[in-house]
């Protein structure tokens, strides 16, 4: 005869032992949460991306952009449930069971003959004249009516940028094999997305760490380092105008990952910690020459003339 038994078990998951020793607790679950001292299932989770490509924008479709860093969810005064998230490449907020691409635009110029394609290519060249964008920022094209390389259209779609010809040309995939090559072609209105942020921390960059709203640090070569000895202030004069001010940041990089920085005063090597390196505040500027503080006094006094093999980040 079979006899029926009950057995009540301990809320929550216990493995601080075997789950032999652990007798009447429960050991391991996954997406189970305990709700008046009895197991539920979570539910697991759904998908709240249009599956479709066809999805027209600003609705996204397949994925979103980036890696999300932070959520802000709540309802409105019509009770209904929002969502608003952001990644280094754009904003995003979920609404009516879509998530919408509300990415703040910063510059809108409409051309003409601008696109340039190559027959069996997916890139595309833009010409727009200090355009000021960079490598990866994202670009909308609107008002873009004329068919590009014989079969390309733009219109009502957004492409990040590849790399960057000039401060007049940018370069992005299309996706679509051109199926003729063309110069100097079509029209569209161009839409810049709020210029992309870093996916990875930056010494230097961020509130508390520098200027509010710190822009991205202007590379600069270098045409001569000057060290006295006994003295641990050094001073470096650009090759060009840095923009950069007192109390700056300053950080010094090897031009490739097998180079060697050049020693001055006879003992600081910029880009190593024992020289403080490779990030420095700036003490002072004096037109292209930045002044800056090492960990160590120099050894001896001298200039570096050639063979940095460094570039300076302002």
């Not at 989770?45 to 802000?72: E, H, M, Q, W």
């Not at 094209?141 to 940018?170: D, H, M, R």
């Not at 950080?251 to 024992?274: E, H, M, R, Y």
């Amino acid at each position: 005869m079979t006899t029926l038994a009950k057995f009540d078990f301990k809320q929550g998951f216990n493995r601080e032992s075997t789950q032999y020793a652990e007798e009447g607790k429960w050991y391991d679950g996954n997406r189970v949460r305990f709700r008046s001292g009895k197991p539920e299932n979570m539910r697991g989770y759904t998908k709240k991306v249009a599956a479709s490509d066809t999805a027209v924008l600003p609705i996204v479709s397949g994925k979103f952009d980036g890696s999300a860093r932070a959520l802000l969810a709540w309802r409105d005064d019509e009770n209904i449930r929002r969502a608003l998230f952001a990644t280094p490449d754009k904003v995003y907020e979920y609404n009516g069971g879509n998530v919408f691409d509300i990415t703040p635009l910063v510059t809108t110029v409409e051309l003409t003959s601008i696109f340039g394609t190559s027959v069996g290519s997916t890139r595309v060249c833009c010409s727009d004249g200090s355009h000021g964008a960079k490598k990866g920022d994202y670009v909308y094209f609107t008002s873009a009516s004329v068919t590009i390389g014989s079969n390309i259209l733009l219109n009502n779609k957004v492409f990040p940028i590849t790399s960057i010809v000039n401060t007049n040309v940018f370069t992005f995939d299309a996706s679509v094999t051109a199926a003729a090559t063309s110069i100097t072609s079509g029209r569209a209105k161009i839409n810049y997305y709020l210029p992309t942020g870093t996916s990875v921390q930056t010494q230097g960059l961020g509130y508390g760490a520098g200027s509010f709203n710190a822009a991205t640090p202007t590379s600069v070569g270098i045409s001569k380092i000057t060290a006295t000895g006994s003295n641990a202030l050094v001073t470096i004069s650009c090759a060009s105008a840095h923009g950069g001010a007192a109390n700056d940041f300053i950080v010094f990089q090897n031009t490739s990952i097998d180079s060697i920085a050049a020693t001055v005063g006879g003992n600081l090597n910029l880009t190593k910690p024992a020289a403080g390196g490779p990030q420095f505040s700036i003490v002072s500027v004096n037109g292209t020459q930045v002044i800056v503080s090492a960990a160590t006094n120099a050894s001896a006094s001298g200039d570096v003339t050639s063979g940095f093999n460094m570039t300076a980040l302002i």
